[in-house]
C-alpha cells in the first residue's frame, strides 16, 4: 500500500482496467486466454457446428483412423469409434459436457461458497471454531474420495455427478472467500466507513466484495481444472456420464478395450481434456500475476 | 513444545470426531436399512438381527447408537464386507500397506524431482530454465492422471516392454505376507530368489510411481519456487552476500535449508491431493491397494466397504498431516511459538 501515491490515482485505470492491461502483456496468457474462449463458443455451440450427430453410426466405416493416416478418410477428420461414430462430432458434443458443465458446477459453487464463507467471517467465537475445524476436516479429504461417496449416496449419473462435484468445491470457496473477507475487514478503509455507520452487509457488498472478487475469480479458474478433471475421472470410472454420452473420460474409458488397434480413441479425449484443463490453468495463472504485479505498483 | 502438542493432538480428536460422524450419519444416507449398512450382514437371521440391534444399539437413542458405533470402532471392527462377507478389517490390513507403500515412493520422488527442479527454476528466475521448468510444470499439473497412465501403459510396457503393466509383483515369486509392505517382505523372506523378486517388485513400481509423483511434482517444483524466491529476498542472504560468501554458499548454506522449512509444512496438505490420484493410478495398473479396492465397492453397492474405507483413507492422510506438522515445528521454532493465538 504505497501511501504517496493517494493523490495520483486519479490519473489511473480502473482497478479492473488495471489488471486487463497487465494480464494481456504476456503472450503465453493471451493464447491460453483464446483457447479458453475457444472452448466456451464450442461449448455453446457444438450442435450446430459438429458435422455428424455424435451418436449416429456409420456402420461401413469402423474404427477408421484419423484423416491424416493412409487409411484414413477426409469425411471423418479424426476418425471413428469402434460403433461408427465420428470423433470429431463426438469431441465436440463432449466440449458441452465437460468443459461447459464444470463452468456452470464453479459458478453455482463460487455464489453458494462466498455466500457462506461471507457470513462465516463475520461470526466469532465457538461458531468460528467449529466451522474452521469443519472446513479442515472436508478440505483434507481427497476431493475426488468425497465425489465418490456422495455419487454412491446418490447413484452413478452425470446429474448426481454434477452434485457431488458441487459440493465437494464449496468448502474451497468458503475457505478461500472467508480468509479474504478476514483480511479486508481488519483494514482502514473498512473501519473508516464502519465508523461512517455502515452495517457489516453493507460493508461486505460495497466495500469488501470488490476487492476481493479477483481472488474469488483466480480460485474459481483453479476450481474450475479440478472440476473438469473430476467430471473426466468419475466419467472414466464409470460412475459419472452413461456410456453413450459424448462426455470425454466416458468416450476415453470406452476405447480403453480398443486402445492396442486404436490408440486415436484413447489419446484424442485425454488431449482434449488436456488441452481444456491448460487453457483454464493458463487463464488463472496470467490472473493471479496480473493481480500480484498490480499489487507491486 | 506441550503446548503445541496439545494443541495438535486436540485438534486430531476433535477432526477423529468430526470423521467419524461423518461416517456414521453415511450409514443413515446410504440407501437401505442404516444397521445393516454400519454391520454390512446383508444376510442375517431374525436371530442375528436381533443380536445385531443390541450390538449397534439401533431402538436407542441417537448418541447412543454413535457411541455404540464408536466402540465398535475402537475394538477394530469395521463391519462385513457387504460383497465378500469377510471381515472388512483384515482386508483394509491386507491392502493398505499397498497403498501407503506406492504412496509414499510416489511422493519421495515427486520431492526428489520436483523440490530441485523447483530451485533451480528459482536461481535462473525469468530466464530460459526458469520458463522451460515452469511450463513442464503446468503440463505435469494439467494431465489427467487416468490417461497419463494407459499411455505409460501403450509406450513403456507394451510397445517398448521395459516394464510390467499390472500388479504388484509376479505371481512366479511366493513371498510370504509379513507387513504386507512388498519390499520389506521380500527382505525379510528365505527365498532363494529374493533379489529376482526384489529386482521385479521395483520393476513393478516403477511405472505406477511415476504416474502419481507427476502432479505432485509440479506442485513440488512451484512451492520450491516461490520459496526460494522469498528467501533470496530476505535481509539475511543480503547479509551473506555482503559478507562476501560465494553464490554457491549462499545457496546451498543458507537459502536451501530455509526454503526446505516452507516446502516441508505443505507435504501434509499435497498428501490428500497424491492419495486421490493413487486411488485412480491404482485401478489403472490393477494395483492391489485399498483405492482400487474402494472403487470396486462402490461398483458393487458395498456400503459398509465405502464407509470404512473412506474412514480409513481419511485417518491416513490425517496422520501423515499431523507427522509433517510436527516434524514442521521442530524444525522451526518459530512455528511453535506462534500457536497460541487463534490462528
Known sequence: MARHKIYQEEEFPSPFIQLWLIFRQSPVVMIGFGSFLFLTVLAVFSPLLTPYSPVESHLNSLLLPPAWDDAGDISYLLGTDNLGRDMLSRLMHGTSLTFGLSFIVVIISLVIGVIIGSLSALTKGIKSSFLNHFLDVILSIPSLLLAIVIVAILGPGLDNTLWAIVMVLIPQFVHITRNAVKEELTKDYVLASRLDGAGSLRILSYSVFPNIIEKIVSQATLAQSAAILDIAALGFLGLGAPIPLPEWGAMLSNGIDLFYIAPWTVYLPGLAILFAVVATNLVGEGMRHAIRQRKES | ?343
Open chain 2, 1 to 343: 513444545m506441550l503446548v503445541f502438542i496439545i494443541r495438535r493432538l486436540n485438534l486430531f480428536f476433535f477432526t477423529m470426531l468430526l470423521l467419524t460422524l461423518l461416517t456414521f450419519s453415511l450409514s443413515f444416507l446410504f440407501p437401505g436399512d442404516p444397521l445393516v449398512n454400519l454391520s454390512g450382514q446383508i444376510n442375517a437371521t431374525p436371530q442375528q438381527l436381533e443380536q445385531l440391534k443390541l450390538a449397534y444399539k439401533s431402538d436407542q437413542g441417537i448418541m447412543q447408537q454413535y457411541f455404540a458405533y464408536l466402540s465398535h470402532l475402537a475394538e477394530g471392527d469395521l463391519g462385513l464386507s457387504m460383497a465378500s462377507q469377510t471381515q472388512i478389517t483384515s482386508e483394509i490390513i491386507n491392502l493398505l500397506p499397498a497403498t501407503i507403500e506406492l504412496s509414499l515412493i510416489a511422493l519421495m520422488l515427486a520431492m526428489f524431482v520436483g523440490i530441485p527442479l523447483g530451485f533451480i527454476a528459482a536461481v535462473n528466475h525469468r530466464k530460459t530454465a526458469d520458463n522451460i521448468i515452469l511450463s513442464v510444470a503446468m503440463l505435469g499439473y494439467s494431465v489427467p492422471v487416468f490417461w497419463l497412465g494407459l499411455v505409460a501403459i501403450l509406450v513403456f510396457s507394451i510397445q517398448l516392454g521395459w516394464f510390467p503393466s499390472a500388479g504388484q509383483l509376479s505371481l512366479v515369486y511366493e513371498i510370504e505376507h509379513v507387513t504386507g509392505i512388498q519390499f520389506i517382505d521380500i527382505l525379510l523372506s528365505d527365498s532363494v530368489y529374493k533379489w529376482q523378486a526384489f529386482r521385479d517388485a521395483s520393476a513393478h513400481i516403477v511405472l505406477p510411481a511415476c504416474v502419481v509423483a507427476t502432479a505432485p511434482a509440479t506442485i513440488f517444483i512451484r512451492l520450491a519456487r516461490s520459496s526460494m524466491l522469498a528467501v533470496l529476498e530476505t535481509h539475511y542472504i543480503k547479509a551473506a552476500r555482503a559478507k562476501g560468501l560465494t553464490f554457491r554458499q549462499i545457496i546451498f548454506r543458507h537459502a536451501v535449508r530455509n526454503s526446505l522449512l516452507q516446502i516441508i509444512r505443505h507435504i501434509g496438505l499435497q498428501f490428500a491431493n497424491l492419495v486421490t490420484i493413487a486411488m485412480i493410478t491404482e485401478v489403472i495398473f490393477s494395483w492391489p491397494g485399498i483405492g482400487r479396492w474402494l472403487i470396486e465397492s462402490i461398483y458393487q453397492r458395498d456400503y459398509t466397504g465405502i464407509q470404512s474405507g473412506l474412514l480409513v483413507l481419511s485417518t491416513f492422510i490425517f496422520i501423515v498431516h499431523i507427522v509433517t506438522d510436527f516434524i514442521y515445528a521442530a524444525l522451526n521454532p518459530l512455528a511453535r511459538e506462534h500457536n497460541h493465538g487463534t490462528s
